[in-house]
């Protein structure tokens, strides 16, 4: 019969954490840990070795601080408010607030955040705190404006919803711009592969079962002592894509662990550190604790698709993502991280200093964390219009045999910008604008092959009208013609048949 | 030998001159070019010339008898190593490979390679990258 989930069979936490007490418990952080297993073996390994501890430090947008202010004279129920201009959740007790990570400032936008904020608290800098109310009998005050430091706050407790991802897609660009996201910079034509996460010392790989983290796993959160309150939002175990909700004492964590972050033309977040110290009580977990970068692999998503479902490229393990070479469509591409592997190691490192000096104990969950959880996407259940429903169809367009003069009769009969050049099956093969038209005659050009432009920017009638709007503002242009899969041209839609979808 | 960076600004009555090549066949220097764009106003080139003393005199006079604008470019990008968390965001976007990730994982930025085109200024999460 298959051993149960979480089952003690080569150690408990009680013997481990006897070991700890005495000094003799072995600890190895992962990376220590896989190069082990290759030279010792894997039987010998989980025999001698009571500990891995992991570490990882990237950006987790899924982090932020419940915060409470005490009580002020007359005293207020705050209704909104703002820490640094960065408002704050207040839809809860009269002086309590929650600060989420991506929250932006209303004064300094992508510059400054809720991170930021939060990493401020940590390094005791004094904070502007300013509070409206609509005043009650109870709560006569009606606004607030004061300083405050991390020390005058009764509570500040960092609660992170989601946070240590398992593993990551890698994010490469195939447009022909480059592209600010979450995954960093992306240069045009899969000019770099950016990717996230530790690999081989990532928390959650290292126990991808999840028979030893849950609901009160001790961990290191921000430079100090955590605990794992259960799975994280979006938790999606059986594909690797875990999470964890965890919290921690905001007042003993460290600025060094905790900060904040821009991600240019995205917004902003919270770099957070996280260890977790995985106890092999039994075999199956050695076997995960022992997984090399080797054999961790993750999607190479192509990031240029503004779409939920973003193809993937292909396979790639985290040993070639940390080679700073990846192979795309036969091209070799430089690959560099967005999360740090330097502190991921410092953090794996101070986590087993810990507890080989004693001063961590190893906690038994008092549940484990799912390792099942089905995730489902957001269906949009309110019609939303498409190309389809604004678009032109009735197609006036050019062909390539047309002389300037021709061109420009179609354009004024038909009170048109944009015109669209075929072939004999009606392909598209340019297009020129009434612009193009007078500038061609100012210079002294004859014929429409010169003046059109051949690399044609188009949409598809099933497209998303703010897929198109952001497509036709990004390439400065004021309309494009609508393609089928063969690129025969259906139809054009402009700036002006998407204002009207407005007005009505 | 020290390369050198220039700066070429030509103005829209030179940008259809072969300046350049003229300048390498006359110096024999090879000028190598790391950053060109034109604007309907102006053209604009960051090249890296191998040369120094008389030589890199007779480079840059011969942009300038042809009325190119010559700018030396002197290395103007910080990297704060007290900020940065060795994350890796400014390495791979970096268009010249200058900024690398040593085995510990620490930045390396070579100032030579760089063009300044400030694509790493934008991509530190932290800040850490800042023109001087």
Same mark, same amino acid.
């Given at each position: 019969m298959a ?5 003690e069979?080569?150690r408990?936490?009680e013997?481990?954490?006897?070991k700890?007490?005495?000094?003799n418990?072995?600890v190895l952080?992962a990376?220590e ?7 010792h073996g894997?039987k010998?390994?989980?025999r001698?070795?009571?500990?891995v501890t ?8 899924g ?5 409470n202010?005490?009580h002020?004279?007359?005293? *207020? @129920?705050?209704?909104r ?12 007790a009269?002086?309590d607030?929650y600060?989420?990570?991506t929250?932006?400032?209303e004064?300094?936008?992508f510059d400054y ?9 940590t ?15 109870c ?5 607030i404006?004061?300083?405050?430091t991390i ?5 500040a *407790? %960092?609660?992170?919803p ?6 990551y897609n890698?994010?490469t ?7 600010y996201t979450?995954?960093g910079t ?10 996230s ?5 990532s928390?959650?790989?290292k126990? @991808?079962?999840?028979?030893t ?15 794992v309150?259960?799975?994280g939002?979006q938790?999606c ?5 875990g999470?964890i909700?965890v ?5 003993k964590? @460290? ?6 972050a821009?991600?240019h033309?995205?917004g902003?977040?919270l770099y957070v550190g996280v260890g ?6 039994n ?15 993750t999607? $190479?998503?192509?990031y ?6 973003r193809?993937?490229l ?16 036969? @091209?070799?591409v430089?690959a ?7 502190y ?8 087993k200093?810990?507890?080989q000096?004693g001063?961590?104990l190893?906690?038994r ?5 799912p390792?099942?959880?089905e ?5 949009t259940?309110?019609y939303?219009?498409r ?6 169809s009735?197609?006036i367009?050019a ?7 021709s ?7 038909h009170n048109?910008d944009? %015109?669209?050049?075929t072939?004999e099956?009606?392909?598209l093969?340019? *297009?020129?604008?009434?612009?193009d038209i ?11 092959s010169?003046?059109m432009?051949?690399?044609v ?7 998303a009208i703010?897929?198109v709007?952001?497509r036709?503002?990004q390439?400065?242009i004021?309309?494009m ?16 048949d998407i ?6 | 030998m020290?390369?050198l960076k220039?700066k070429?600004v030509?103005?829209h009555?030179t940008?259809s ?7 390498v ?7 190598n070019?790391?950053?060109?764009k ?6 604009e080139?960051?090249?890296?010339v ?5 030589k890199l ?6 942009f300038q008898?042809?009325?190119?604008i ?6 103007t990008?910080?990297?704060? $190593?007290?900020?940065c968390t060795s ?5 791979s976007p970096?268009p010249v490979q ?7 994982w620490t930045i390396?930025?070579?100032e ?6 400030g694509i790493?200024?934008?991509a530190?999460p932290?800040?850490?990258i800042?023109f001087?």
């Open positions: 051993e149960q989930v979480g089952a069979s080569l408990s936490y013997a481990i954490n006897a700890i007490k005495k000094g418990a072995v952080t990376e840990f896989v190069g082990y297993v290759e030279s894997m010998a390994a989980m001698e070795v009571d500990v992991t570490g990882t430090f990237g950006a987790m947008c982090s932020g601080a419940f915060l202010f005490g002020s004279e007359p005293p *207020i @129920k705050m209704f408010c703002w820490l640094n201009d960065v408002p704050a959740y207040k839809g809860i009269a002086v607030a600060l989420g990570a929250a932006m400032s004064t300094r936008g955040g809720g991170g930021h904020v939060i990493q401020e608290l390094e005791r800098k004094e904070v502007e705190l300013r509070a409206e109310a609509y005043g009650t009998d709560y006569p005050r009606k606004s404006e004061t300083t405050i020390d005058d706050l009764n509570q *407790i %960092l609660v992170n989601r946070n240590a991802y398992e593993r890698a994010a660009n195939s447009t022909d711009r480059v592209l979450y995954m992306l240069l045009p034509n899969f000019g770099n592969v950016t990717y996460g530790a690999g081989q010392l928390p959650l790989y126990d @991808k079962s999840f028979e983290i849950g609901i009160g796993t001790r961990i290191f959160l921000g430079g100090a002592v955590g605990y309150i259960g799975e939002t938790h175990p059986q594909n690797q894509f999470t909700m919290r921690g004492d905001l007042k964590m @460290k600025p060094k662990y905790l900060q904040g821009t991600f033309g995205y902003t977040t977790i110290p995985i106890p092999l009580i075999e199956r977990v050695a076997e995960t604790a022992s997984v090399p970068d080797e054999k961790i692999v999607d $190479l998503v192509d240029g698709v503004p779409s939920r479902n193809p993937s292909r396979k790639v393990t985290y040993a070639e993502l940390k080679s700073g070479k990846v192979s795309v469509n036969d @091209k070799s430089n560099s991280p967005l999360s740090s592997y330097k991921a190691r410092e953090i794996a490192e101070v986590l200093q810990w507890i000096e001063s961590f190893l906690s969950p008092a549940e484990l964390v390792n099942y959880r995730v489902k996407p957001l269906e259940r309110k939303e219009p190309v389809r429903d604004v678009m032109t009735k197609i367009a062909k390539i045999s047309y002389d300037l003069k061109a420009a009769n179609l354009l004024v009969e048109i944009h %015109l669209p050049i072939d099956e009606n392909r093969i340019g *297009i020129v604008t009434s612009w007078a500038k061609a005659v100012a210079e002294g050009k004859k014929n429409l010169e003046v432009t051949k690399k920017i188009t949409a598809r009638e099933g497209d703010d897929i709007s952001r036709l503002s390439y400065n004021s309309g013609p609508v393609v089928d899969d063969g690129n025969h041209v259906i139809g054009m839609v402009t700036t002006d204002a009207k979808l407005f007005k009505r | 020290t390369d220039l070429l030509y103005r009555e940008t001159k072969p300046i350049l090549s003229e300048t066949l006359k110096t024999r220097i090879p000028i070019i790391l950053d060109a034109v604007t309907p106003s102006a053209g080139m960051i090249v890296d191998p040369a120094s003393g008389d005199k007779e480079v840059i006079s011969s008898v042809s009325a190119v010559v700018k030396e470019i002197t290395p990008l910080e990297f704060d $190593l007290d900020k994350c890796g965001a400014c390495v970096c200058c900024i690398k990730q040593k085995k510990d390396e930025f070579d030579v390679k760089c063009v300044q085109c790493c200024v934008d530190c932290v800040k850490a800042a001087l």
